[in-house]
């Protein structure tokens, strides 16, 4: 061999220096390469790992070409020493140097590219990267066969993921980017540890989008990767190109997740064209949602669908744009293809328009076949046209039908389809109904419930009905059905707008027990909070019965605040409920402190969320110290909108508070035994606590009776008797201790040995047996394999005992582990569990026993009672006063006698027949139930007088029911004296007269007529006779008429009662703008006024008569001066009432005032009526300022204000020993107005007050 034709030293470092040191060169061959017509220049063939370099043969040498393996397409060598690589379409020819027949050097060319090509990509056949390959004869690529076979039998270590490093790599150099060692690390460390097949682009977000493109060509050729995810990623138009790649060439990839990237029509088309390329892809799921497809894309995308080999399993095109167009063309894509009805198990098209006629995919679900979810929401379709295509074919394996936001038909009809009810009856394999927001119909809401009750192929059913604001309506549906829809086992009635429904609600849902999840949240918002209670109530009454299995309760967003007390105040004692969601209520500090308090005694709770609710650090602080001696929570939800507000004003202290609750909750997580003998004591507590009184008080009754009966001497009870009452009394007393020797019971076998913990134990023993048997077989086999893997190595004997005894060592797990494994962490479990049992049965033997022991006494006090005679108890004065009564006293009082069987406190007072007894002194009693309360009802923790107090300007609890006056019933005495206090009388107010009716004939000339009532201003009834006008004791006094005509007295009724009672109606309709209902109490209030008005109208008409017959004569003795001064008085008076009255006429827009009637004050005896006429003007000057300018306008509107204005008055003298009511009130200028003077009620002041000043 010539040494042209041999590489040499000089030319080798040359390639190396040219190359660098980092390129690993795996063969180098020299070989011509024709130039131009017959010439050939000589060449170096360089191959690396992942590309081969075509070299100059000269020093120095420099590179001429260079090609990526898997820019190769195709390798051809139809002579020996012909080699041709056809390369982006191109074909390069080689010749080697060697003698023509010989074909080793290109065969060795050939061999070493393939094996390149199989280290990068160990498990994907040859043909598959480079795709022509043909050399001839066959026999020169056998040994390029056997690698094939060696590396695809799985011989061969591929690597950590399949050899992902390797092939990141690969298409790093290839598309001629950065290799980062952090992305191998984390594939080849992460994912292997957590065995996922699933590459997810957002691990690796962190790069830029050019980086990412070798990651996604990693999985071209990659067996280990299954699942491509990039979703809610904003990839690069080359990123999206090479999954398109990744998609035409992978022969493993069955999951592609697109969702969300931006994707539009266009890139559904290359999707399309890139999976019909690849005939041999697995593709089973393919999920492109939240994407703008729109029709186009999805008419794209049905093609490949429709012709997928194996089917798909997962189709998710929701939130796509697709309208019924595109929906029929991908639903008559699903229908050809006929493995969909076979494997398809996942199909959402939620959030697309479905408006119009979609019959394709009604067609596809009404077919028989095997989706188990069915995501249909958002979609407008018509809900009950969809069930007639489901109850053909989606009624054997459909689990999950989710129908939110969607409407009921669009005819306007209430006929539901037969359809509807039909598929609910007949389903097998319902597990989840998604009914929200929908505006479910009655009929509909019925349909579903009924089919559902009927049902009894299924069970464990999420039913979801939020946001369809059911109402008064469908509230009354569930109530009445929901009982008895067994298969329920979820239930989401959330956002309804139940209100005040949710109560009776509630009420039915609790007989339901199969429900263990309920979410009622949301529908108290609008609810007035007297309401709420009762709706609470409910609630409370629901966790509390003996055999309630709901799990799970969420009344979240209610905004309860202090209504959340009650449901606060139940949880302590509470046996079923695991996870409670009370966020976004308010309750604030209170709350956290009731909610602290329950969890101090509660062992079941495991999930509480409760965020939203206005806690404050002292909250927090009393949740942290409650969960101190809590056991059973593992996970609260870090309340991150009240812990933000705490942060701004104490952070170092939120953290602290935070912290101990989060390091309460690690240690909860990890099992550990509790003991139960707080439990004990809690159950003790409850007992004790309800039924001490009512025992204690039974056991005082029978004693007694018993001991009054022994006095007596009576033997009707009989010995017997009295012995077995007796003997009960014993039970009692020793029944209020009956659980804490129970108690003992249990803590005795305890101290003996308990025979749990004592198997426990002898399990750990043996289980560490077998497992250090297990661990030393293993071991033998392990040297065993290796022996026989290999032989040479391990032939010597010292070499396998080493390697035996190392192992040996290493294999060694403590007894300690195993125990505490077996007996503190699986038997912590156990035994708490054994010890709640022991509570049960020790709390049903308690509280059974104390039930006979209440029931016995109850019906031997009725017993000995009704035996023996006409004395119940022991004897009081008044009793011995009452035992000479007839027979038929007797009999009532045996009739009486049966209340005692029930327990009532009060029975000894309702057979008590001493008359002194009343009804009424029973009412400040507190009163005992008549029943004992069960086991949990009796675990309600009160209502704290905290809570009460920090919320002191809320509303009353209307469910306190209508309150009792205790001294209601007792007798009243009998009113000898009227009362002094005005009382006014709505009886007067009849209809209006005519202010000027009469005023002719009574002001006549010569008339001596007196027109006040005769009786002294100075007298006891002066007041009251003031408040009622001078009409009543006129009318009553048969000798005020001596000289009057029957015209005369009609005018003056018209004149002095017209102006009371325009202004006792302007009062009611000031001050009663709107009828009120009043209550009971109210009304017997109002008929006791009544009855002592009476009386006062008698007792004032008696003074009158009687002072009238004295007033009378001297009236008749008086000179014609002064009966006309009395005249011109009351012209005088009258004259202000008519202008009052004229300037209330003319307000008419103003809201009437409320005013008290003014006395029609005519001449009386004596001088003492001006005095009496000053105290009323001067009220009147004391409330109205003086407006000259407004009088002159009214009376220019209204004349008949100045009928009686000439008209003046005497004065008496005796204006200064009389004191004004409104003297103590400040007096403006003439310009300004009191500060209690209403606007309406300003009266000129100008005219008569001045005159009665100066007179």
Not at 161 to 189: I, N
Not at 1127 to 1141: E, G, Q, V, W
Request: net charge neutral; with cysteine.
């Amino acid at each position: 061999m010539s040494g042209r034709n041999i590489i040499t030293r000089e030319l080798s470092d040359s390639i190396r220096q040219c190359l660098g040191r980092k390129v690993k060169l795996t063969l180098k061959v020299l070989v011509k390469v024709e130039t131009r017509g017959d010439k050939t220049d000589n060449r170096v063939l360089a191959f690396a790992s992942c590309r081969l370099f075509v070299l100059t043969a000269k020093v120095p040498t420099r590179v001429d070409q260079h090609f990526h393996y898997l820019d190769i397409q195709g390798i051809e060598s139809r002579k020996p020493n012909q080699l041709c690589l056809t390369v982006c379409d191109r074909v390069y020819t080689y010749y080697t140097t060697h003698e023509e027949n010989s074909s080793h050097e290109v065969d060795t060319m050939v061999l070493s590219l393939g094996t390149a090509l199989k280290n990068i990509f160990p498990a994907v056949p040859l043909v598959h990267i480079i795709r022509k390959v043909d050399i001839q004869p066959l026999k020169r690529i056998q040994q390029l066969e056997e690698l094939e076979r060696a590396t695809l039998g799985g011989t061969r270590d591929m690597g950590p993921c399949g050899g992902f490093s390797t092939q990141y790599m690969c298409m790093c150099d290839y598309h001629a980017l950065p290799y980062r060692e952090e992305v191998a690390w984390d594939v080849d460390t992460i994912y292997l540890s957590h065995d996922t097949r699933e590459l997810y682009l957002h691990d690796f977000d962190y790069l830029e989008q050019k980086d990412l493109i070798p990651i996604i060509s990693a999985l071209e050729y990659n067996t280990w990767f299954r699942k491509l995810r990039a979703s809610h990623s904003k990839l690069s138009h080359e990123a999206i190109e090479r999954i398109l790649h990744v998609v035409s060439k992978s022969l493993s990839l069955e999951e592609v997740y697109l969702d969300n990237i931006g994707a539009k029509a266009e890139f559904a088309n290359k999707l399309s064209l890139a999976l019909l390329s690849n005939s041999n892809i697995p593709l089973q799921k393919l999920d492109l949602s939240h994407n703008p497809l729109e029709d186009k894309g999805a008419i794209h995308i049905s093609n490949p669908i429709g012709r997928q080999a194996k089917g798909l399993s997962h189709l998710n095109l929701s939130h796509c744009g697709l309208t019924g167009k595109g929906v029929n063309m991908l639903a008559h894509s699903l229908s050809v293809n006929k493995y969909m009805c076979q494997t398809l198990t996942f199909l959402s098209l939620a959030g697309n328009s479905l408006r119009d006629d979609v019959n394709n995919l009604y067609n596809f679900l009404a077919q028989p076949n095997a989706l188990k979810t069915l995501d249909l929401s958002a979609t407008e379709c018509a809900i009950d046209a969809v069930f007639g295509a489901l109850l053909r074919g989606c009624t054997s394996s459909l689990a999950n039908l989710i129908l939110s936001r969607n409407s009921f038909g669009s005819k306007k009809t209430r006929e539901m389809l037969p359809s509807f009810k039909q598929y609910f009856t007949s389903t097998l394999a319902l597990k989840t109904l998604t009914l929200s927001q929908c505006k479910l119909p009655a009929d509909a809401l019925k349909n579903v419930l009924l089919g559902l009750a009927c049902n009894e192929n299924i069970s464990e059913v999420d039913l979801d009905l939020s946001s369809n604001q059911l109402s008064a309506t469908g509230a009354q549906i569930l109530e009445s059905c929901i009982h008895g829809v067994r298969c329920l086992a979820a239930l989401d009635i959330s956002d309804n707008g139940l209100e005040t429904q949710l109560g009776p609600v509630v009420a039915a849902i609790s007989k339901n027990k199969s429900i263990k999840k309920l979410n009622i949240g949301r529908n108290l918002n609008n609810i007035k909070s007297k309401h709420v209670y009762h709706v609470m109530e409910s609630v409370v009454q629901m966790i509390q019965e003996e055999d309630c299995v709901l799990e799970s309760l969420s009344i979240n967003d209610s905004r309860l605040k202090t209504d959340l007390h009650n449901l606060l105040n139940a949880l302590g004692s509470n046996h079923c409920l695991q996870s409670l969601d009370i966020s976004g209520n308010y309750m604030s500090d209170s709350g956290a402190r009731l909610l602290a308090k329950a969890l101090q005694i509660n062992s079941k709770l495991q999930y509480i969320s409760y965020d939203r609710n206005n806690v404050t650090l002292q909250g927090y602080s009393d949740i942290a110290y409650a969960l101190q001696s809590n056991y059973s929570v593992k996970f609260m939800p870090f309340p991150v909108h009240d812990a933000m507000l705490c942060m701004k004003t104490a952070p170092e202290r939120t953290e602290n508070i935070m912290r101990r609750i989060q390091d309460t909750l690690y240690r909860n997580v990890s099992p550990m035994k509790y003991s139960n003998g707080q439990a004990f004591r809690l159950q003790q507590g409850f007992l004790l606590s309800s039924t001490q009184q009512q025992v204690d008080r039974l056991v005082l009754q029978t004693g007694e009776v018993v001991r009054t009966i022994r006095r007596s001497g009576s033997d009707l009870g009989g010995s017997n008797s009295i012995q077995w009452a007796e003997g009960l009394i014993t039970d009692a007393d020793s029944s209020k201790q009956l659980i804490t020797h129970l108690h003992d019971v249990v803590l005795r076998r305890d101290e003996a040995g308990n025979p749990i913990e004592t198997k426990l134990h002898q399990l750990s023993a043996d289980l560490h047996a077998v497992i250090t048997n297990y661990l030393q077989d293993t071991v033998e086999s392990m040297v065993r394999s290796a022996q026989d893997k290999c032989p040479n190595v391990l032939s010597e004997e010292k070499v396998v005992n080493d390697v035996r005894a190392a192992c040996l060592a290493k294999s060694q797990l403590s007894s300690e582990l195993v125990e505490s494994a077996i007996v503190e962490q699986a038997g912590s479990v156990i035994l708490n569990k054994v010890n709640e049992v022991n509570l049960a049965i020790a709390s049903t033997v308690s509280d059974r026993v104390i039930d006979e022991v209440v029931e016995s006494l109850s019906k031997t006090c009725k017993n000995l009672q009704s035996g023996e005679g006409p004395r119940k108890r022991a004897s009081t004065g008044t009793e011995m006063g009452s035992r000479e009564r007839g027979s038929s006293e007797s009999s009532s009082r045996s009739e009486r006698s049966d209340t005692v069987s029930q327990g009532d406190d009060t029975t000894s007072q309702k057979s008590d027949p001493s008359p002194l007894k009343l009804e009424y002194l029973n009412l400040a009693t507190p009163q005992l139930a008549s029943k004992r309360k069960s086991l949990h009802g009796r675990k309600l923790r009160p209502q704290s007088v905290v809570a009460e107090s920090l919320d002191s300007v809320s509303e009353l609890p209307s469910s306190c029911g209508q309150l009792q006056h205790l001294g209601k019933a007792r007798p009243r005495r009998v009113k000898t004296r009227a009362p002094t206090r005005p009382m006014g009388r709505a009886d007067l107010v009849e209809e209006d007269h005519d202010i000027s009716e009469g005023v002719d004939t009574f002001f006549r000339p010569g008339s001596s007529t007196p027109t006040t009532p005769l009786i002294s201003p100075d007298s006891e009834n002066s007041p009251r006779l003031l408040k009622y006008g001078s009409t009543s004791s006129v009318e009553s006094s048969p000798h005020t008429g001596g000289g009057r005509t029957g015209s005369e007295r009609g005018s003056i009724e018209s004149l002095t009662r017209s102006d009371s009672l325009a202004r006792s109606e302007s009062d009611v309709t000031r001050d009663s703008p709107r009828p009120r209902t009043k209550s009971r109490d109210t009304e017997e209030e109002d008929e006791e006024e009544e009855e002592e008005q009476s009386m006062e109208e008698k007792s004032s008409r008696s003074v009158s008569s009687l002072i009238g017959k004295l007033a009378s004569e001297g009236v008749l003795k008086r000179s014609p001066d002064m009966s006309a001064r009395k005249a011109s008085t009351s012209s005088n008076i009258s004259s202000m009432d008519d202008k009052s009255r004229s300037e209330e006429d003319c307000k008419e827009d103003s809201p009437p005032r409320k005013m008290a009637g003014l006395p029609k004050i005519g001449v009386g005896i004596g001088g003492n009526i001006l005095a009496e006429m000053k105290m009323m003007q001067e009220k009147r000057t004391s409330f109205l300022p003086k407006d000259d300018d407004r009088d002159k306008e009214e009376k220019k509107d209204n004349p008949s204000s100045s009928l009686l204005a000439s008209v003046r008055l005497r004065s008496t003298g005796l204006a200064d020993s009389l004191k004004s009511p409104t003297n103590g009130f400040p007096r403006g200028s003439s310009g300004n107005k009191s500060p209690n003077c209403n606007r309406d009620s300003c009266i000129d002041t100008t005219g008569t007050g001045g005159d009665l000043g100066g007179r």
